[in-house]
């Protein structure tokens, strides 16, 4: 590897450390409050976490009986 | 000589302070913030499906956005797409090589896709006029193994892969759009934001970046992890990014506040995570590990709450479908289960 090549690969390091630096950042108790609310609001629609009904839940059989 | 002196301590510097400007915002904790709400308790879920066909060694699933349809890509050879209702097996796409790592299913519904240690993304069209299965496309310049790949839509797909980059690719030309280059290891997993605006990658330079497709650029890298990260998912909002890694432990990171939020790990568990899924409401975190097993987390309070043992060999993939009625894992053990 040249040094010509590290010295190009050290100069797009610092660029991209420049940008990454810059980025704004919100305060970790409203990004924490907000991950928190997406949960809450959205947790009836959980199926993993609240359960589904047998009668609605499409990977279950129905139990029933038919009268032949 | 002097430059690369002064570019290397730039570097530091710029290190720092990011470093501190982290620190400035951490004004409390996830777990701390999230201590009054209820906990979730014991989640018990049940295999309500076995999805039977494979005959080697399952790599990787996706579900169809329809939540009934999913593919699953095992060395045996074969792309199966199942409809895991019925368990009927709706394709089995033989492939060229059997070497396959990753597959995926496009949103529209008509086109899957795979790869592996061919180097190559090969995309097939599940609507075909004469109703068969066929390569429509590969895509070939990656020079390492393909360890993932998503699509953004017909036209376009993300592939991350061994040789250290992602790449977009435009499909109807098989040309390469943007290289995603930086990661300074094997780039091992991928996922795509919600608003398809962004997508995140894990390697094993045991960091995670994310990426602004448009822009080609890497907006935010990601480091904690004492591994290789083989597994990453968007947490729904997509404001959160979830990273599994061989050094057993899952961490959340906020995408806004710029940092590691939360780690998910137990000291008794001491194998790697291969994969991972989030429930729809970003609550539950399902996490596949080596040791076999799925082992659910409480995203919040970081307290597992379930464990879901069904396999008999590692648990390599893992999704829970759109609508989140289900979760399928696939294994080693050539079997795909649906549980809820």
Avoid at chain 2, 21 to 27: E, G, W, Y
Avoid at chain 2, 187 to 214: E, H, N, Q, Y
Avoid at chain 2, 297 to 305: A, P, Q
Wanted: hydrophobic share 40%; glycine share 8%; proline share 2%.
């Amino acid at each position: 590897m040249t040094s010509n090549s590290n010295l190009s690969n050290m100069r797009r390091l610092v660029e991209q450390l420049k940008l990454e630096a810059s980025v704004e950042r919100i305060k970790v108790s409203q990004a924490a409050a907000e991950l928190q609310q997406y949960c809450l609001q959205n947790a009836g629609k959980d199926a993993l976490l609240v359960g589904v009904p047998t009668g609605s839940n499409p990977f279950r059989e129905p139990r029933s009986c038919a009268i032949v | 000589m002097g430059e690369m002196e002064e570019l290397r301590k730039e570097a530091e510097s710029l290190k720092d302070q990011i470093t501190a400007a982290r620190k400035t915002v951490q004004d409390t904790t996830l777990q701390e913030a999230a201590a009054g709400i209820t906990a979730v308790g014991r989640v018990q879920l049940k295999t309500r499906k076995t999805l039977r066909g494979h005959l080697a060694k399952i790599y990787a699933m996706h579900w169809g956005a329809d939540s009934t349809l999913c593919v699953s890509a095992s060395q045996d050879g074969k792309l199966i797409v199942w409809d895991s209702i019925t368990t009927n097996k709706v394709n089995a796409i033989p492939l060229k090589s059997s070497w396959v790592m990753t597959c995926a299913y496009a949103p529209s519904g008509n086109l899957v896709a795979c790869g592996g240690l061919d180097n190559m993304c090969s995309i097939y069209n599940l609507k075909g006029k004469d109703g068969n299965v066929k390569v429509m496309r590969e895509l070939a310049a990656h020079t390492g193994y393909l360890s993932c790949c998503r699509f953004l839509s017909d036209t376009e797909i993300i592939t991350s892969s061994g040789d250290c980059t992602c790449v977009l690719w435009d499909i109807e030309t098989g040309t390469e759009k943007t290289i995603f280059a930086g990661h300074l290891g094997d780039c091992m997993s991928l996922a795509v934001s919600p608003d398809f605006k962004f997508f995140i990658s894990g390697a094993c330079d045991f960091t995670a970046k994310l990426w602004d497709i448009r822009e080609a650029q890497c907006r935010q890298t990601f480091s904690g992890h004492e591994s290789d990260i083989n597994a990453i998912g968007f947490f729904p909002n997509g404001n959160a990014v979830i990273t599994g890694s061989d050094d057993a432990t899952c961490k959340l990171y906020d995408l806004r506040a710029d940092q590691e939020l939360n780690t998910y790990q137990d000291s008794s568990i001491m194998c790697g995570v291969t994969s991972l899924a989030p429930s729809v409401s970003g609550r539950l975190l399902l996490a596949g590990y080596d040791d076999f097993n799925v082992n659910i987390w409480d995203t919040l309070k970081s307290e597992r709450v379930g464990v879901l043992a069904g396999h008999d060999n590692r648990v390599s993939c893992i999704g829970v479908s759109s609508d989140g009625m289900a979760c399928c894992t696939g294994s080693w053990d050539s079997f795909l289960k649906i549980w809820n």
